[in-house]
């Protein structure tokens, strides 16, 4: 029990952990160059099915810009089957340019060249010569040194004639090439290579063999080395492995990023072990209620079991071990289940066994796990045979139900849940879209702060550490398939995120796809239903008890047969009339509806008049009709807001890089219209619901937000009125320079109230019913700036995201803003100063700066910046490692080459070696230099970021300052 307890409190901190396998970070040391993509030379004979006068469905757009070039991405790519091209000035049908990629599904269509078909080679061979940085005697030492995460293009250079759909950066290939030694002691082990994402299509090779490609840019995939010939053990022995990465290719159209955006893993098992996402827990409550806390009289446990054998003789005698514990380590049940003979060199679908367990407490100890209240529970599951532990996963659940209703909506625990939600693409100022987990845990922080519950990600799997954390802050929400096609590739795909996905008390249903990719990425009704019905046959197989939804839109493809195998009926920007509409229409079978994308309301920070490349921050009327749309019809499962950061991409018209749908900007900075929502959704929530069991669970204080700047108008009237958003209060006194007016404002959202613009500064004060104040907030008329303030937002309570103090794992992100002010602290709303930072002294370095201006195309990679309406946002990643035990120490030193550390700038170090501040300075010109100390930490279990959520989940204020 007390090695239970132990491994507990690593489960709640760190996720899933497996304790008998070894995980070994493999994020330190690439080399990365973008070198011009190999084209192919590729005779007319290399395909020999002419398929001109042919439009094939279920096919990939790629970048090629002539149907020569679309020919030779084909020929260059082993898993291409066929290739076709469309002129994109012919203005009808299906859109033109280059797609390649497999199609049994073809029709004539005299629009489309193609010469253009071959039968697929084996993907285990490469087709064509491989290039020279594939092998191990190339030289790479010229290449940049990295650390993973980390995305290629972002680095590439803003200019008009790049796709306004890329953010206007050039999509481009990379080569990654990672030199590694494995221990001499994991010799006759499983050894693999985890993946979390790589973006878009990898081909991969180990010591010059070509191993395999993975064509999907957002799923898992493991690369297994112990079964290449010549793969090598032992001090000296060193193994290289090649990744191609090909982000020209993307169904995109907002910025998708390059390479690596995820955490990579090294992992040796015993040849017996448990397959990867192959432990499933099923909790079941029994007799649940609501009764102020969230509790049960007991549940049944469905454990389900996966086992792989890599080793050439049968395995018998085995049997599973499995515990449940409570967060605090109390035993709740314990049983063991007999294993039978497992098959040398198994091959999925793995043998499959079932643990049933059944137990009853008292009230007091079982918890539901519910958006109030995240209360996790742990399985830790042992399989061993007769001479000990072979294989052992630990991982964490919820226990909770979830229902939906026609008439009811979203059942969480037998009460209505109502959603208010955000969707949201995952890429940030600086780091595109290799966040990091720390800005994983800001984001979701934010969303929270920002009155949401509930998260649809657009349009993609979601990364494990993403859900962890949903899972520690009670947040519910959606992965989304990326492609809806009618093949294998995307098959595979629905499959992997539904594997990676299903034990996740947060995940409460699953998208099949978002608007028109439900239809156009087939482009048949044959094509649709076969897709529709494989997907829903997946989906039964992985997790029979998972919801299933789909963004659609009605004039596109509601009723068809997507509608017919989903759980729920998603809607894309649809108003109450369609909704009531459809509510008992027959098209859609009952079934329950959500709002799976709504309200996109552009704005932007400190803007209070539009201009061809900013919009106006104020969209108060905006939020509150097209949100209401949905929340108000009592029926609807709930709303999810386009979107919750702004994203690169979809800007367009240069220099316009990134949308302005968000409620925060590109640097996280808050907008107005995330006051807007707070008080929508957290202070004034009146949905029907249960009163607070949709709420997050924050400490939030009454809310006066003015929304309008009070700097004079640049041309025409003096402003005329001003809006000032309310939260929890009665009334609102404005002051104008001691010039005062009092507005009632009770169950308002916001008030407007006319005003005549003098310079100094207008005071919003909430009243609440006794006419005390309660809140308040002011704006001033932007001084001269003569100073500047630093402002850790992440890691630091304020914003829930950890107690000031960056990890020293060589990953961790630390979110600091300079605000350009005047002696007296006031912030200077017009400065556009350029600010430039350096690192003095610690264990830190700069990852890039960023303002959050949706038009600014200065390079995010950069050390300096200039400001955005008075605010600039640099960001600073670890360089030490000293957060390990001495034996994952060891490993870690074994296994990367020191003098790789030392070019990616990571040293390492025990963890009882005392921590060094991090120094960071910003300079501009004209202004006084100021400096920045940032204390670093090596305790995961206080400072790690699933520690932090834990800790943060409840009973936080989030202020959005």
């Given at each position: 029990?007390?090695?239970a307890?132990?491994?507990?409190?690593?489960?709640?901190?760190?996720?899933v952990?497996?304790?008998?396998?070894?995980?070994?970070?493999?994020?330190?040391?690439?080399?990365v160059?973008?070198?011009?993509?190999?084209?192919?030379?590729?005779?007319?004979g290399t395909?020999p099915?002419?398929?001109?006068?042919t439009?094939?469905?279920?096919?990939r757009?790629?970048?090629?810009?002539?149907?020569f070039?679309?020919?030779?991405?084909?020929?260059?790519?082993?898993?291409?089957?066929l290739?076709?091209?469309?002129?994109?000035?012919?203005?009808?049908?299906?859109?033109?340019?280059?797609?390649?990629g497999?199609?049994?599904?073809?029709?004539?269509?005299?629009?489309?060249?193609?010469?253009?078909?071959?039968?697929?080679?084996?993907p285990?061979k490469?087709?064509?010569?491989?290039?020279?940085?594939?092998f191990?005697?190339?030289?790479?030492?010229?290449?940049?040194?990295?650390?993973?995460?980390?995305?290629?293009q972002?680095?590439?250079?803003?200019a008009?004639?790049?796709?306004?759909?890329?953010?206007?950066?050039?999509?481009n290939?990379?080569?990654?090439?990672?030199?590694?030694?494995?221990?001499?002691?994991?010799?006759?082990?499983?050894?693999?290579l985890?993946?979390?994402?790589?973006?878009?299509?990898?081909?991969?090779?180990?010591?010059?063999?070509?191993?395999?490609?993975?064509?999907?840019?957002?799923?898992?995939?493991?690369v297994?080395?112990d079964?290449i010939?010549?793969?090598?053990?032992?001090?000296?022995?060193?193994?290289?492995?090649?990744?191609?990465?090909?982000?020209?290719?993307?169904?995109?159209?907002?910025y998708?990023?390059?390479?690596?955006?995820?955490?990579?893993?090294?992992?040796?098992?015993?040849?017996?072990?448990?397959?990867?996402?192959?432990?499933?827990?099923?909790?079941?409550?029994?007799?649940?209620?609501?009764?102020?806390?969230?509790?049960?009289?007991?549940?049944?446990?469905?454990v389900?079991m996966?086992?792989?054998?890599?080793?050439?003789?049968?395995?018998?005698?085995?049997f599973?071990?499995?515990?449940?514990?409570?967060?605090?380590?109390?035993?709740?049940?314990?049983?063991?289940?007999?294993v039978?003979?497992?098959?040398?060199?198994?091959?999925?679908?793995?043998?499959?066994?079932?643990?049933?367990?059944?137990?009853?407490?008292?009230?007091?100890?079982?918890?539901?796990?519910?958006?109030?209240?995240?209360?996790?529970?742990?399985?830790?599951?042992?399989?061993?045979?007769?001479d000990g532990?072979?294989?052992?996963?630990?991982m964490?659940?919820?226990?909770?139900?979830?229902?939906?209703?026609?008439d009811?909506g979203f059942?969480?625990?037998?009460?209505?849940v109502?959603?208010?939600?955000f969707?949201?693409?995952d890429?940030?100022?600086a780091?595109?879209?290799?966040?990091?987990?720390?800005?994983?845990?800001f984001?979701?922080?934010?969303?929270?702060?920002?009155?949401?519950?509930?998260?649809?990600?657009?349009?993609?799997?979601?990364?494990?550490?993403?859900?962890d954390?949903?899972?520690r802050?009670?947040?519910?929400?959606?992965?989304?398939?990326?492609?809806?096609?009618?093949?294998?590739?995307?098959?595979?795909?629905?499959?992997?995120?539904?594997?990676?996905?299903?034990?996740?008390?947060?995940?409460?249903?699953?998208s099949?796809?978002?608007?028109?990719?439900?239809?156009?990425?087939?482009?048949s009704?044959?094509g649709?239903?076969?897709?529709?019905d494989?997907?829903?046959?997946?989906?039964?197989?992985?997790?029979?008890?998972?919801?299933?939804?789909?963004?659609?839109?009605?004039?596109?493809?509601?009723?068809?047969?997507?509608?017919?195998?989903?759980?729920?009926?998603g809607?894309?920007?649809?108003?109450?009339?369609?909704?009531?509409?459809?509510?008992?229409?027959?098209?859609?079978?009952?079934?329950?509806?959500?709002?799976?994308?709504?309200?996109?309301?552009?704005?932007?920070?400190?803007?209070?008049?539009?201009?061809?490349?900013?919009?106006?921050?104020?969209?108060?009327?905006?939020?509150?009709?097209?949100?209401?749309?949905?929340?108000?019809?009592?029926?609807?499962?709930?709303?999810?807001?386009?979107?919750?950061t702004?994203?690169?991409?979809?800007?367009?018209?240069?220099?316009?890089?990134?949308?302005?749908?968000?409620?925060?900007?590109?640097?996280?900075?808050?907008?107005?219209m995330?006051?807007?929502?707070?008080?929508m959704?957290?202070?004034?929530?009146?949905?029907?619901?249960?009163?607070?069991y949709?709420?997050?669970p924050?400490?939030?204080?009454?809310l006066?937000?003015?929304?309008?700047?009070?700097?004079?108008?640049?041309?025409g009237?003096?402003?005329?009125?001003v809006n000032v958003?309310?939260?929890s209060?009665?009334?609102?006194?404005?002051?104008?320079?001691?010039?005062a007016?009092?507005?009632?404002?009770?169950?308002?959202?916001?008030?407007?109230?006319p005003v005549?613009y003098?310079?100094g500064?207008i005071?919003?004060?909430?009243?609440d019913?006794?006419?005390?104040?309660?809140?308040t907030?002011?704006?001033?008329?932007?001084?001269?700036?003569?100073?500047?303030?630093?402002q850790?937002?992440?890691?630091?309570?304020?914003?829930?995201t950890g107690?000031?103090?960056?990890?020293?794992?060589?990953?961790d992100l630390?979110?600091?803003?300079?605000?350009?002010?005047?002696?007296?602290?006031?912030?200077?709303?017009?400065?556009?100063?350029?600010?430039?930072?350096?690192?003095?002294?610690?264990?830190?370095?700069?990852?890039?700066?960023?303002?959050?201006?949706?038009?600014?195309?200065?390079?995010?990679?950069?050390?300096?910046h200039?400001?955005?309406?008075?605010?600039?946002?640099?960001?600073?990643r670890?360089?030490?490692?000293?957060?390990?035990?001495?034996?994952?120490?060891?490993?870690?030193r074994?296994?990367?080459?020191?003098?790789?550390?030392?070019?990616?700038?990571?040293?390492?170090?025990?963890?009882t070696?005392?921590?060094?501040?991090?120094?960071?300075?910003a300079?501009?010109?004209?202004?006084?230099?100021?400096?920045?100390?940032?204390?670093?930490?090596?305790?995961?279990?206080?400072?790690?970021?699933?520690?932090?959520?834990?800790a943060?989940?409840?009973?936080?204020?989030?202020?959005?300052?």
């Amino acid at each position: 029990v007390k090695m239970a307890v132990l491994t507990l409190l690593q489960v709640i901190l760190f996720g899933v952990c497996v304790a008998s396998r070894e995980t070994i970070d493999f994020d330190f040391g690439w080399r990365v160059s973008k070198v011009p993509e190999v084209v192919y030379s590729c005779p007319r004979g290399t395909f020999p099915i002419n398929l001109t006068g042919t439009r094939c469905n279920g096919l990939r757009n790629h970048a090629a810009t002539d149907q020569f070039h679309c020919a030779a991405a084909c020929c260059g790519d082993p898993l291409c089957a066929l290739w076709q091209w469309k002129s994109p000035l012919i203005p009808t049908g299906p859109s033109g340019g280059c797609w390649i990629g497999t199609s049994d599904d073809c029709t004539p269509d005299a629009d489309w060249i193609s010469f253009g078909g071959r039968t697929v080679p084996d993907p285990n061979k490469h087709p064509f010569p491989m290039p020279p940085p594939s092998f191990r005697n190339f030289s790479d030492s010229n290449w940049k040194s990295v650390n993973t995460p980390y995305d290629f293009q972002l680095d590439g250079g803003y200019a008009a004639n790049n796709s306004e759909s890329n953010g206007y950066l050039p999509r481009n290939v990379s080569w990654y090439r990672k030199h590694f030694y494995l221990p001499e002691d994991w010799a006759g082990k499983s050894v693999f290579l985890e993946f979390e994402s790589v973006f878009h299509k990898t081909d991969i090779i180990v010591n010059d063999q070509y191993i395999d490609q993975h064509p999907q840019g957002y799923t898992q995939f493991r690369v297994r080395l112990d079964n290449i010939s010549g793969i090598r053990y032992g001090p000296g022995n060193e193994n290289l492995l090649v990744l191609y990465v090909d982000a020209l290719v993307s169904s995109a159209w907002w910025y998708s990023g390059g390479g690596i955006f995820s955490n990579v893993k090294l992992i040796a098992t015993e040849p017996v072990h448990f397959a990867f996402d192959g432990v499933t827990v099923v909790p079941h409550a029994i007799g649940y209620t609501y009764d102020g806390g969230f509790t049960a009289d007991g549940a049944n446990i469905t454990v389900q079991m996966e086992l792989q054998n890599d080793g050439a003789d049968t395995a018998t005698d085995m049997f599973v071990d499995v515990q449940i514990l409570t967060p605090l380590g109390e035993l709740q049940i314990h049983s063991d289940v007999q294993v039978a003979a497992v098959a040398g060199h198994s091959e999925p679908p793995f043998a499959r066994y079932t643990a049933e367990l059944a137990f009853d407490v008292s009230l007091s100890t079982i918890h539901l796990w519910s958006i109030q209240s995240p209360y996790l529970y742990s399985a830790i599951v042992t399989l061993a045979n007769s001479d000990g532990p072979l294989d052992q996963v630990n991982m964490t659940f919820g226990i909770r139900t979830v229902q939906f209703v026609h008439d009811k909506g979203f059942l969480l625990n037998d009460n209505t849940v109502r959603h208010t939600g955000f969707c949201d693409h995952d890429n940030f100022a600086a780091t595109g879209t290799a966040l990091g987990d720390r800005i994983h845990l800001f984001r979701a922080q934010n969303l929270r702060a920002a009155g949401g519950n509930a998260r649809r990600f657009s349009h993609n799997a979601p990364q494990t550490k993403v859900l962890d954390i949903y899972d520690r802050l009670g947040i519910v929400s959606m992965p989304e398939h990326r492609n809806f096609i009618n093949g294998s590739v995307q098959y595979d795909a629905w499959r992997a995120m539904i594997r990676a996905d299903r034990n996740h008390p947060s995940v409460v249903f699953f998208s099949f796809c978002n608007e028109g990719h439900c239809l156009y990425d087939i482009g048949s009704e044959t094509g649709v239903t076969l897709a529709a019905d494989m997907m829903a046959k997946i989906a039964s197989e992985e997790a029979p008890n998972i919801n299933t939804t789909a963004n659609m839109s009605p004039n596109v493809n509601i009723g068809d047969e997507i509608t017919k195998v989903i759980d729920v009926q998603g809607f894309s920007h649809q108003t109450d009339s369609v909704f009531q509409q459809y509510y008992n229409d027959p098209a859609i079978e009952g079934k329950p509806m959500v709002a799976s994308e709504c309200c996109s309301c552009q704005n932007d920070r400190d803007v209070t008049y539009s201009t061809p490349n900013h919009d106006g921050a104020d969209q108060c009327s905006c939020a509150l009709l097209q949100s209401n749309w949905s929340l108000g019809l009592p029926y609807m499962i709930g709303s999810y807001t386009w979107t919750l950061t702004d994203y690169m991409g979809e800007g367009h018209t240069y220099p316009r890089k990134s949308s302005s749908y968000g409620q925060f900007d590109l640097s996280g900075f808050p907008k107005a219209m995330a006051y807007m929502y707070r008080a929508m959704w957290l202070n004034n929530r009146n949905l029907t619901e249960p009163a607070g069991y949709g709420t997050p669970p924050l400490a939030f204080k009454p809310l006066v937000r003015i929304v309008q700047t009070w700097d004079a108008p640049s041309s025409g009237s003096a402003i005329k009125s001003v809006n000032v958003i309310t939260g929890s209060v009665d009334f609102v006194r404005l002051d104008i320079n001691g010039n005062a007016t009092l507005t009632p404002c009770k169950g308002l959202n916001y008030v407007s109230i006319p005003v005549v613009y003098a310079a100094g500064s207008i005071t919003a004060e909430g009243l609440d019913q006794d006419k005390e104040v309660v809140a308040t907030h002011t704006m001033y008329t932007s001084p001269v700036p003569t100073a500047m303030v630093f402002q850790l937002d992440a890691p630091v309570e304020r914003t829930g995201t950890g107690y000031g103090r960056l990890l020293n794992d060589g990953k961790d992100l630390a979110l600091i803003r300079v605000t350009l002010t005047d002696d007296n602290g006031i912030i200077s709303r017009t400065a556009s100063n350029n600010v430039t930072f350096t690192i003095v002294s610690g264990p830190g370095t700069i990852v890039g700066t960023d303002n959050g201006d949706p038009a600014g195309i200065e390079s995010e990679v950069k050390p300096w910046h200039s400001a955005y309406h008075g605010l600039v946002r640099v960001i600073v990643r670890s360089t030490h490692v000293s957060t390990l035990d001495p034996a994952a120490l060891t490993r870690l030193r074994q296994v990367h080459p020191a003098a790789e550390l030392a070019n990616a700038g990571i040293t390492l170090g025990n963890m009882t070696d005392p921590t060094k501040d991090i120094v960071i300075q910003a300079s501009s010109p004209g202004l006084p230099s100021i400096t920045m100390t940032l204390p670093t930490s090596n305790n995961v279990l206080n400072d790690g970021v699933l520690a932090v959520a834990t800790a943060m989940a409840t009973n936080v204020q989030l202020p959005l300052e």
